[in-house]
């Protein structure tokens, strides 16, 4: 949150993905029930992808991607900074932040890489990365903004911040907002084959198809749409299903093809 300074949604993966940014909005929003105003974010292929286009489109009034090289506009930057040099620096599992940096708070204890280069016993896990890393952004939200004349930190924690003072433009979501926050209609129009609908949502194929009423597979609708074009409007965050439409009329509810015939054998057994 640009305003309190508090993070208030990530995400932790391999590469940046537009599922790894989904996953962060949508931890913010199922957490806070916030509703963002406007949303800032830098050009990288994840965020300008059209599937987290969609989204952001959706869930805030504005939303606009920061100029490139111009890292004082970037509100971010300037928070996971103070992040990094105040909180995981002190981590012994600290890696150190981008590889140009000439900062010492930013960069690894080369003594310590060098240890753990000998011992790799001592290296975290993943999962204890990740545990150590929600430690520190629960510290990180529990402090103040100033400092006393001891240094430490005081006053209002930026989480309390963040989740007090309400903005005359922050919408409080309820139960049934959340349910269709993450639901857009994507950009393109998507053609059923014989194979059904195929989409790519975060670099991941996805295959939906109409079943029949007697479950056993898309023969009727195949028949009757085959090679015609539709808009697909589906939940980003939880992609098992989608709705077609065309020209904004719904005709159909497609299903994930794999999963929905591991539950039709699931059925079947029973």
Same mark, same amino acid.
């Given at each position: ?14 590469? @940046? ?8 909005? #949508?931890?913010?929003?199922? *957490? ?7 949303? &800032? ?10 599937? +987290? &286009? ?12 920061? @100029? ?16 990094? &040099?105040? +909180? ?26 060098? @240890? ?43 989480? /309390? ?5 309400? /903005? ?16 857009? *209609? ?7 084959? *014989?194979?059904?609908?195929? $989409? ?6 996805? *295959?939906? $198809? ?18 015609? #074009? ?19 009329? +719904? +005709?159909? /509810? ?17």
């Amino acid at each position: 949150d640009a305003h309190a300074g508090a993070i208030i949604g990530y995400s932790v993966a391999f590469a @940046e993905t537009a599922g790894m940014v989904t996953e962060a909005l #949508k931890i913010a929003i199922d *957490t806070h029930k916030n509703k963002p105003y406007q949303l &800032q974010y830098d050009n990288s292929s994840a965020n300008i992808s059209s599937a +987290v &286009q969609a989204l952001m489109s959706n869930m805030s009034r504005v939303h606009f991607a920061c @100029e490139p090289y111009k890292g004082q506009g970037k509100y971010v930057e300037g928070i996971i900074g103070h992040f990094q &040099q105040r +909180v995981l620096r002190n981590r012994e599992d600290f890696k150190g932040g981008n590889i140009t940096t000439r900062r010492q708070n930013s960069k690894a204890n080369p003594e310590l890489l060098a @240890e753990l280069q000998k011992n790799p016993d001592r290296l975290f896990t993943q999962v204890e990365i990740i545990k150590e890393f929600e430690y520190a952004i629960s510290e990180w939200n529990a402090r103040g903004e100033k400092r006393d004349s001891f240094g430490r930190w005081v006053g209002e924690s930026k989480i /309390h911040r963040y989740e007090t003072i309400q /903005h005359e433009k922050r919408a409080k979501l309820n139960y049934f907002d959340m349910l269709s926050m993450f639901v857009t *209609t994507l950009k393109k129009t998507y053609k059923y084959t *014989t194979r059904g609908i195929e $989409i790519e949502i975060s670099k991941k194929d996805y *295959t939906f $198809i109409v079943p029949d009423a007697d479950n056993v597979g898309d023969f009727m609708f195949s028949n009757e749409h085959l090679g015609e #074009k539709f808009e697909v409007r589906i939940d980003m965050a939880n992609p098992i299903m989608c709705t077609l439409l065309q020209k904004g009329v +719904v +005709v159909a /509810h497609a299903y994930e093809k794999e999963r929905y015939r591991s539950e039709e054998r699931r059925v079947g057994k029973e």
